[in-house]
């Protein structure tokens, strides 16, 4: 979501803003804007449109002197996206001026409170009326005027504050959105994610709910809601500015696909090498809770685990999960997954989830985030940085972390043999190797999608495991091509569907279990005979398919509880050389965000 980007030293802070805000490119947005404190007063560039267009406006931060400043990029919510709904938003002075991630959900009230004291607003934003509210608070201090804020505020937000009364001071605070300070020789700075500082300094502090940060250039005090200081412990980042870069290739998310390998290998080595994970009791339900992409590994999760463990498995999306009162015992493990740490509606269903006494468990990608510090255990996904909107390694790393949790409470239960688990961790170690492979059937990809990267309508169908791994094939392709596109259990295509099938409709069918793949077959003839195009995913050896399909990519064999892993590989791909065919913003698809920090 929107991009937080504050600095306070002796350097000119435009271009170091500028620079802060470009790493956050990936989170989406669709306006930019800096304000920067110069010579008493904050000046203020903001516009509509692509960060470049406001480095054109400050010269690459030339025409904004001051070394003092905070800067945003915004995905919209309250209000279109225009040059004045973009951030940062001021008082009526000038002399105040603020940055917001998140959503004021009384926004409305404190409006019409406002203008009843003869407070006039300019744009539609939740953000302008924090700034006037914060102006009707002020009385000279400013951590004092962040605490009365921050009782009235309700919703998520976090904040960076500058003011011309105080040229010597940045403030920032956050409620659930997330929010780092980072610590630096003579300057500091605030960011909504480490990408952003990380050229500049390593050392950071992880901002909890309520805390309040005030910054200097030679230092950082940190309060809680009370006002009390608050001591912080340095975060030590621990991964390399390059692995933030795209490293020569034309985008993050190739290199993060071509990164699959590696990440999955660094995810599953340790626990391996370990053991699997220990439950102490064993839980009789498992619920997984997550949004998006989060959600597809879950339903892969409810497969795995059945089959392996012999638990009852629900898997909610995140949004609904928290409104529809689910019944979690203190013997329910709540598996709650997500690549940033930071998503709102997950959050917020670990919370409530936590409140009726569940375990958590939490499957993150960032360490130190807000989901990993909630719950009662994490096991983290290696990943390193994913910049991409579209997220690809992170999700192929949660599908090694759900095999090797199916596995764990599945020797918990007494169900999986030493001779079994050493089967099941031999298939899993040679997932990077036959990944590998995988990856260079990439020019057979690029191929196919100069042939199918004008179709209107796809739909992917597949049975079981196949059917869970449809789900993240086709959002990968309409999220980042805008094909729309459908995920089926093919066995359901008779109960309607299979009437949207016409001539030249592409259905991209996976058939890689073998107790499935008959009725596969009579699936993908049952769309051939309507007229459909056919992509099929098939194991190796299985060339009966071929009789009825168009096209047939391979997955190598392996263990067939661990194919999703491959079959995705393929399907990322294609929904990237489609996208790319078609001239998308493959890293930056329109409307989308990376880390969704609003309900």
């Given amino acids: 979501m929107c991009g937080i980007v504050g600095y306070i030293g002796a350097k000119q802070a435009a271009p170091i803003l500028l620079d802060g805000l470009a790493k956050l490119e990936y989170r989406g ?29 400050l010269d690459g931060g030339k025409k904004a002197a001051g070394s003092v400043g905070i800067g945003h990029t915004r995905w919209a919510t ?25 959503s004021i959900e009384n926004y409305m009230r404190i409006k019409v409170f406002l203008q009843e004291k003869g407070y006039q607003f300019v744009s539609e934003t939740d953000t302008e009326v924090i700034a006037h509210l914060a102006d009707y608070f002020y009385e000279g201090d400013l951590v004092d005027m962040v605490v009365k804020l921050t009782e009235k505020l309700e919703g998520s937000y976090a904040l960076g504050i500058l003011s011309s009364e105080h040229p010597d001071e940045l403030i920032a605070v956050r409620k659930e959105s997330p929010l780092i ?13 480490i990408p952003a500082i990380l050229q500049y300094t390593r050392k950071v502090y992880l901002l909890e709910n309520g805390e309040i940060a005030r910054l200097t250039k030679d230092g950082i005090t940190v309060y809680d809601a009370n006002k009390n200081v608050v001591p912080k412990e340095v975060f030590e980042v621990d991964w390399d500015v390059s692995a933030a870069e795209k490293g020569g290739y034309e985008h993050f998310m190739f290199k993060e696909i071509m990164e ?27 619920a997984i809770v997550a949004c998006g992409s989060a959600y597809h590994v879950g339903v892969v999760g409810k497969y795995v685990i059945e089959k392996l463990a012999g638990i009852p498995v629900e898997v909610d ?3 609904e999960f928290r409104y529809r009162d689910p019944i979690i015992t203190d013997n329910t493990l709540v598996v709650i997954i997500s690549q940033s740490g930071e998503t709102a509606d997950t959050l917020a269903a670990l919370r409530e989830a936590k409140k009726r006494g569940g375990r958590i468990l939490g499957i993150v990608n960032v360490v130190g ?38 596995l764990s409470l599945a020797k918990a239960e007494g169900r999986l043999s030493a001779a079994d688990e050493k089967i099941y961790c031999d298939a899993l170690e040679r997932m990077p190797e036959l990944i590998a492979g995988l990856l ?18 796809v739909f992917f169908i597949g049975r079981g495991l196949d059917y869970a791994v449809a789900l993240e094939g086709s959002l990968k392709l309409k999220e980042i091509s ?60 299985n060339t009966e398919i071929e009789e009825c399909s168009d096209v047939v990519l391979y997955i190598p064999k392996n263990n067939q509880l661990f194919t999703p892993s491959l079959t995705v590989v393929l399907l990322q791909l294609l929904a990237y050389y489609i996208a790319g065919e078609k001239g998308c913003d493959i890293d930056k698809p329109r409307n989308l965000a990376k880390s969704v920090t609003v309900e």
């Fill in 369 to 406: 985030s807000s989901i990993a510090r909630e719950s009662d255990e994490v096991l983290y996904t290696l990943a390193g940085p994913e910049i991409a909107v579209a997220t690809t390694k992170a999700y192929a790393t949660q599908l090694s972390a759900i095999y090797l949790l199916g």
């Fill in 482 to 541: 805008y094909i729309h596109s459908e995920a089926y259990g093919a066995g359901e295509l008779k109960h309607g569907t299979i009437s949207l099938i016409e001539e030249g409709t592409l259905v991209v069918a996976l058939a890689t279990q073998d107790l499935l793949f008959d009725k596969m077959v009579s699936n993908i003839k049952e769309v051939k005979a309507r007229g459909a195009v056919v992509l099929s995913v098939a194991e190796e050896g």
């Fill in 260 to 286: 699959e390998p590696e990440a999955i290998h660094k995810t599953i080595t340790p626990i391996i090498k370990e053991g699997l994970l220990k439950f102490g009791r064993v839980p009789d339900r498992v």
């Fill in 181 to 193: 300070v980072g610590l630096g020789d003579g300057e500091n700075y605030i960011a909504s994610d």
């Fill in 317 to 319: 999306i995140a949004s």
């Fill in 29 to 57: 947005y669709d306006s930019a804007g800096i304000a920067v404190l110069n010579e008493q007063a904050v000046g203020v560039t903001k516009t509509k449109g692509r960060l470049k267009a406001l480095s054109d406006l």
């Fill in 440 to 457: 260079e059937q990439k020019d057979v990809l690029a191929q196919y999608a100069k042939q199918y990267y004008t179709a209107k309508n």
């Fill in 78 to 102: 309250h209000g279109a996206p225009s040059d004045v709904n973009s951030h940062p938003h001021t008082n009526a002075a000038g002399t105040l001026a603020i940055v917001h991630n998140g």
